[in-house]
């Protein structure tokens, strides 16, 4: 089956820093590749779509200019959460759809990348 | 505003016996429900989905039901295996579009 991983699996970092989260897909093409947010016991909640080659789509609420979102190309998605704060100490997970599929409705999750900000 | 609710946070259910996962959604613009697997520290799989204009979708040990006039739909698992012990999220896909809203999840597990 589709494979997308993450990197890194879980990340600790001080307060002020940036973090660069990397979302590949393994064995396919994804021109479409979309954050997700997990709090604990809650649902997951969509940051950001992003296109390969194009600016990413942001949910409201989601900053724009602190969670940059790099596509560029169509294995590969990068969130950046700059400066970040205790706040931002989440389970961030990206899923790729894709882009041969006829599959109109699946996307492939990744494990999830683990952010404690202190 | 939760526009899809999974009010039961965790089912525990005998190995064997049916489990019944359930969901509700709040509006009609999702032309597809699915369910996925999560397990912890990974990402969810995709399990089973429906189309909004249909009432049953069934694969194997898993059936989904939905009930459009009701805006429910539920994951019934028989016979239910320890393996089958994770958290369940439902999810709907917002009409024309790749975005998905999910619920918060419910834990299930079975016991051997």
């Known amino acids: 089956g589709a494979v997308v991983s993450q990197h890194p699996s879980w990340v600790i970092c001080k307060s002020g820093t940036s973090v660069k989260i990397e979302c590949r897909s393994l064995?396919?093409?994804?021109?479409?590749m979309f954050w997700y947010r997990q709090f604990p016991k809650q649902s997951l909640m969509l940051m950001a779509t992003?296109?390969?080659?194009?600016?990413?789509?942001?949910e409201q609420g989601v900053e724009k200019d602190k969670f940059l979102i790099n596509h560029a190309s169509l294995t590969l998605s990068t969130l950046t959460v700059t400066s970040a704060h205790p706040e931002d100490s989440s389970f961030y997970i990206c899923?790729?759809?894709?882009?041969?599929?006829?599959?109109?409705?699946?996307?492939?999750f990744g494990p999830g990348t683990r952010l404690t900000v202190t | 505003d939760q526009q899809v609710k999974q009010n039961s946070p965790s089912l525990s259910v005998q190995e064997g016996r049916i489990s019944i996962l359930n969901c509700d959604y709040t509006?009609?613009?999702?032309?597809?429900f699915l369910w996925y697997k999560k397990y912890p520290a990974e990402g969810p799989t995709f399990l089973i989905s429906?189309?909004?204009?249909?009432d049953k979708n069934e694969d194997g040990r898993f059936t989904v039901f939905l009930n459009k006039s009701a805006k429910h739909l539920s994951l019934h698992i028989v016979p239910s295996q320890p393996g089958d012990s994770a958290v369940y999220f439902c999810?709907?896909?917002?009409?024309?579009?790749?975005?998905?809203?999910f619920g918060t999840g419910t834990r299930l597990k079975v016991l051997a």
């Open positions: 899923s790729a759809r894709d882009t041969g599929t006829s599959l109109i409705y699946e996307q492939y």
């Open positions: 064995d396919f093409q994804a021109t479409t």
């Open positions: 992003s296109n390969e080659g194009s600016k990413a789509t942001y």
């Open positions: 509006n009609s613009m999702f032309d597809y």
């Open positions: 429906i189309s909004s204009i249909k």
């Open positions: 999810a709907a896909r917002v009409s024309g579009t790749y975005k998905y809203i």
